[in-house]
């Protein structure tokens, strides 16, 4: 089975980022941590700051991928154009997020994306990934 994991803006700079939202661990850990807990999955994982190329990958993932596990980051509040590559691509998707972004300003409690996917997780950290993967592999299975 073969899953793609897109990741949006600065998600490449988690060290950075507030530990109280986000958690303490980087994206390679995440990788690494989905690869630990699903050694029969194929990931192909992608990291961008830049739409364009979330939006390239999506429309191309139909042929390629069984899932989609994506977190657009800042792009889920803002980017018609990624939710127009979402609603185009047929296999299933989920969306996750580390924050709870139900719990966050209000710019990023809606999320434009997370619409066309088939469902979202958000506000366990590195969890929310593992759990994603979990949802996703079901999805792919009884499609």
């Known amino acids: ?10 998600l490449n700079k988690l060290d950075l980022r507030d ?4 958690g303490s661990i980087t994206l390679n850990d995440i990788e690494k941590l989905l690869i630990k807990n699903f050694p029969d999955i194929n990931f ?3 990291q961008t700051n830049i739409e364009g190329e ?4 999506l429309q191309n993932a139909d042929d ?9 980051a800042a792009y889920s509040h803002t980017s018609v154009a990624i939710r127009d590559a979402l609603e185009i691509c047929k296999i299933p998707k989920v969306e996750v997020h580390l924050s709870n972004i139900a ?7 809606i999320s434009l994306t997370a619409a066309k996917c088939d469902g ?14 979990f ?5 792919i299975l009884t499609n």
């Open 120 to 133: 979202y997780i958000s506000g366990f950290k590195e969890l929310s990934y593992v759990a994603g993967v």
């Open 103 to 109: 719990n966050r300003d209000d710019f990023r409690k």
């Open 1 to 10: 089975m073969k899953i793609l994991v897109v990741n949006g803006p600065n």
């Open 135 to 139: 949802v996703l592999i079901k999805l």
């Open 44 to 46: 192909h994982f992608f």
């Open 64 to 72: 390629k991928f069984e899932g989609i596990l994506i977190n657009p």
């Open 54 to 57: 979330i939006v390239d990958i």
């Open 19 to 22: 530990k109280t939202q986000y």
